[in-house]
């Protein structure tokens, strides 16, 4: 039991990790990616082996919008992972995978649906 709780504590480690240099790196290229300002890097999450890690992205404007960041960022995956060995101590360097979160955007909507519907009995109450 302790050895799993450990290995999770590591595990988030490493993922609060990258988050914070991808962060970074994303940071020093701002002026190269237009669409940066849209974007919101949500979580990062590891496989079990660590031998990848899938950056979760959201964006108001969509999933489109994240997925023309997306290519905007590909030419610079190459030097995200040379940041990465040469700012973490890794056995290995995870490929990184950049990934739109739908998650986050069904919890927006029932957010949204939520709102609507505490509007639609304050209009009744008066």
Known sequence: MFLIEKNNT???QKEALI???????LYRLHGELSLLDKITIVSVNMSSD?????VMLFSDDG??????F???LVPFIPSIRKSLATSINLRRTPRIRFIYDSHFSKILKIEKLIDSVKEDSTEKAD
């Open 63 to 68: 999933e489109t919008v994240v997925k023309e």
């Open 19 to 25: 988050f914070r240099k991808i962060s970074e790196f």
């Open 70 to 72: 997306i290519q905007q």
């Open 50 to 54: 660590s031998s990848s890690a899938n």
């Open 10 to 12: 590591r595990k988030k």
